[in-house]
């Protein structure tokens, strides 16, 4: 299990249900048994978690033991090295994140910022239905925030674009959490709403872009009291929405450096917001892509309520 599931397990990304009064009002009415449902997987799902976030803890960054098999596996048990052309690629793009915060429209899309209030109409609400997904509220606050940190730092849009976690800090954010209720380990998937001013928008899709090629060859994410090694990040098919899209696939190490787990990343740029979605699953099994629904009905509501 990684840093993030360990980490999601036990309340920053899994979601648990709200107690009382409704966040988004009618939203929460009828959902007593999902409500029920989540609440025994959230209490299995942190003790879990709880065990294996100690074992990483003393277990270090759990890449020590190697990598022991698996379909994407070379003889050497490493992923391809990036070349320094692309390492330099990128810290070259997160150094020139200042020039996206000027507030100044840009022929890059930089134009068109919303507000908290603007991105949280385009969310999904809580307790809406993606076939047979539900959306809903992170309960502790926002997954993948700054205390995620990549080694090297040229890494960092792969791991967080959230506020503070880089140097292209959003105007406005908004996360949701979409899941199978009556799953206790199914795919999760983050979705997460940013707005920002100027031209940081279209330079965040520049440093994810250049971070992607850079970090091809793996890296590591840093947690508090774990460590993520991340063996391989590759491209896979963009949805054709927006402006711009990037998709990517990573293959991860497990605490202990066993098992291979895996994850994947689409980020859509339209205008000055970005919509990024992150699938994972409690598992070993691959879930070949973020759920085309999920991205889909996200998109649909934010494209029909901008250009009304």
């Known amino acids: 299990m990684t840093a993030r599931s360990t980490d999601r397990v036990i309340g920053r990304g899994r979601r ?6 409704g966040m988004f009002g009618a939203g929460n009415q009828g959902r007593s048994g999902s409500r029920r449902a989540r609440l025994c997987r959230a209490a299995a799902l942190a003790l879990v978690g709880a065990v294996l976030t100690g074992a990483a803890a003393c277990g270090g ?9 698996g379909k994407d596996a070379r003889t050497d048990g490493k992923a391809p090295a ?9 810290a070259e793009s997160a150094a020139s994140a200042g020039s996206g915060e000027s507030g100044t429209p840009d022929a ?11 991105l949280t109409a385009l969310a999904f609400t809580d307790g809406e239905k993606i076939g047979k997904y539900t959306a809903g509220e992170f309960s502790l606050g926002e997954p993948q925030g700054e205390d995620y940190t990549a080694d090297p730092a040229t890494c960092q ?8 976690a880089t140097a292209f800090d959003p105007a406005s954010e908004v996360h949701r959490n979409v899941d199978v209720a009556e799953e206790m380990v199914g795919t999760t998937v983050a979705v997460q709403l940013r707005s920002y001013n100027g031209g940081g928008a279209a330079s965040v899709m520049k440093a994810l872009g250049a971070a992607g090629k850079a970090c091809a060859g793996g890296f590591v994410e840093n947690r508090a009291v774990a460590k993520g090694q991340y063996l391989k990040v590759e491209p896979v098919k963009a949805p054709d929405h927006g402006d711009e899209a990037q998709a990517y696939r990573f293959t ?10 895996y994850e994947y990343l689409t980020v859509v740029r339209s205008g ?22 999920v991205i889909t009905a996200q998109w649909k509501k934010f494209e029909a309520a901008s250009t009304r």
């Open 16 to 21: 648990q249900p709200t107690i009382g009064a």
């Open 272 to 293: 000055a917001t970005t919509l990024s979605f992150r699938a994972d699953i409690l598992d070993t099994k691959d879930i070949g892509k973020v759920p085309e629904e």
């Open 61 to 69: 960054d759990g890449a020590t033991d190697g990598d022991k098999g």
């Open 252 to 261: 991860i190490l497990d605490v202990k450096g066993t098992l291979k787990l």
């Open 157 to 164: 849009p792969l791991v967080s674009l959230a506020k503070g």
């Open 82 to 90: 990036s070349t320094p052309a692309d390492a330099e690629d990128a």
């Open 108 to 118: 890059s899309g930089g134009s068109g910022t919303l507000s908290q209030r603007d």
